[in-house]
């Protein structure tokens, strides 16, 4: 049985305080998309520095249970 569709259109008009509180409310939903994809840009950018961070913290870490073995 194959399903039907259908399709129906209401009218009713929005008035222009509604428009306008509509319009601000895209608006500030389009600056918070914006502000969170920026954020999501920073991320990866900061998160490109991990691996030297890990190895610079490896060799420290190294150094220090060198150290450790000397004072023994």
Do not use: C, W
């Amino acid at each position: 049985m194959r399903a039907k569709t259908i399709n129906r259109s209401f009218d009713f008009p929005l008035s222009d305080q509604r428009l306008a509180e509509i319009a601000l409310e895209i608006a500030n939903n389009m600056e918070k998309v914006e502000k969170l994809e920026d954020g999501f840009d920073a991320a990866k950018e900061a998160k490109k520095e991990v691996p030297a961070l890990l190895q610079h913290v490896r060799e420290l870490s190294h150094y220090i249970k060198q150290a450790q073995k000397i004072k023994l």
